[in-house]
């Protein structure tokens, strides 16, 4: 039998009240399956830890990190302690730069059992893939000068191999679905990188015609994410950009807490990050009421890309029935615990 080592990095927040609860239910899953088995290794990396060592993680914890199939992350950032430009760039942002998780997969679609904020009847399945390399999330820029004359500036880096890669990984991703891609711009207001951005995914999307493609300026996508979320299907986008978007795909599947994310490395030199959408969520840790879906659905992308379809599909047939059948935490208006829905979802699963 396969045994996978995962290392597990519960995080801040509802990250610690969530991810090691998660655990025995993809260990029951794999029980059920018969073909794999989970080494879970628990890796306390947070903002606890930086109070106490002074960094975010060991200096070797990449290395540690690099000799796993995947990684599953809760969420990180503690900000009344520890200021999010060390926590973030010092835990998340370091593994995924170094690790070359250069894409970032961000599903949403209409769920039964959650009342959506959108108009009743305007379903949405679609997938945002996020270049999670580049863009907007440049080190390079500065602060200058003092008082009123201060100024910030961060310049936005977009490469042609990068912006290549996500529109054509939004091209495979659209074969298998609807056939469709948008890349979101703004090219009309930015006037060095977006053009690029457009001229290199036009040229991607000459490549094959089986696609429709289009090109949308963000705001404009923004606004019709709202109006008419039905006709998207692949939607490609930079950093910044896709880290907005995907918030939205959250809120108009009724919560944030319910989205879940893969950080891909597609090269095969580094594992795989699996963490959803949200972050700690500082407001509600410890009251037992934070979603559990968004990390279960998330897992659900880590079976899948490790190649355990079935169980992958077995899991979000668990969580789809589980919202069905009314058994939700309070940010999507129900009553249940963390706890209750995360053994909701192991019953459904069946034995
Ligand atoms: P957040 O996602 O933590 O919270 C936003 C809102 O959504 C809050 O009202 C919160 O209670 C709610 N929410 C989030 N997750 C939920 C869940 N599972 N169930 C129910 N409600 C949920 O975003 P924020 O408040 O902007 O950030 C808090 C901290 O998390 C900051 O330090 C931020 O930098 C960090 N953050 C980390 C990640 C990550 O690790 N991937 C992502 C986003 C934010
Ligand atoms: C996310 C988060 C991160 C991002 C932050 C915490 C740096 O918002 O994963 O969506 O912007 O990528
Ligand atoms: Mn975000």
């Known amino acids: 039998m396969d045994s996978l080592k995962i290392a597990v990095l519960p995080g801040d927040g509802v990250g610690e009240d969530i991810v090691p609860d998660v655990l025995p239910v993809l260990d029951r899953l794999a029980e059920i399956h018969g073909s794999v088995k989970f080494d879970w290794r628990r890796y306390d990396w947070n903002c606890r830890y930086y109070l ?41 942002i370091k593994i995924r730069r170094e690790f070359e998780q250069v894409l970032n997969i961000r599903p949403a679609k209409s769920l039964k059992g959650i009342r959506s904020p959108l108009q009743d009847g305007n379903s949405f399945d679609f997938v945002v893939v996020r270049e999670n390399s580049e863009g907007e999330y440049s080190q390079i820029g500065g602060r200058l000068g003092t008082g009123a004359d201060e100024i910030a500036v961060q310049n936005a880096v977009f490469t042609r191999k ?10 495979q991703l659209a074969a298998s679905r609807a056939k469709k891609v948008t890349a979101a711009t703004k090219s009309n207001g930015i006037i060095h990188t977006m053009p690029f951005w457009d001229e290199i995914s036009q040229q991607v999307a ?28 692949v939607v490609v986008a930079s950093n910044l950009f896709g880290d907005i978007l995907t918030d939205m795909g959250a809120a108009m599947m009724g919560s944030i807490g319910v989205a879940p994310a893969a950080n891909l490395n597609v090269n095969g030199k580094w594992p795989s990050m699996f963490e959803p959408v949200h972050g700690s969520a500082p407001d509600i840790v410890g009251k037992g009421i934070a979603n ?60």
Not at 77 to 88: E, F, K, W
Not at 222 to 233: E, G, L, S, V
């Open 206 to 233: 000459q490549e094959d015609e089986s696609i429709t493609f289009d090109l949308q300026h963000i705001d404009a996508l923004a606004a019709n994410f709202i109006t008419k979320p039905h006709t998207y299907d």
């Open 52 to 92: 106490e060592h002074g960094e975010m993680m060991p200096a070797d914890g990449l290395d540690q990190l690099s000799d796993h199939d995947a990684i599953f992350l809760g969420a990180v950032g503690d900000p009344a302690r520890v200021p999010d430009h060390i926590s973030l760039w010092g835990l998340l």
């Open 162 to 171: 990068a912006i290549e890669r996500a529109v054509r990984y939004a091209y």
């Open 292 to 351: 559990p879906m968004g990390q279960l659905w998330t897992a659900k992308m880590m079976l899948e890309h490790l190649g355990y379809e079935d169980m992958g599909e077995h899991l979000l047939g668990a969580i789809e029935a589980v919202l069905a059948d009314g058994v939700k935490t309070p940010d999507i208006g129900g009553t249940a615990t963390t706890g209750e829905v995360i053994a909701a979802v192991n019953a459904e699963i069946g034995s």
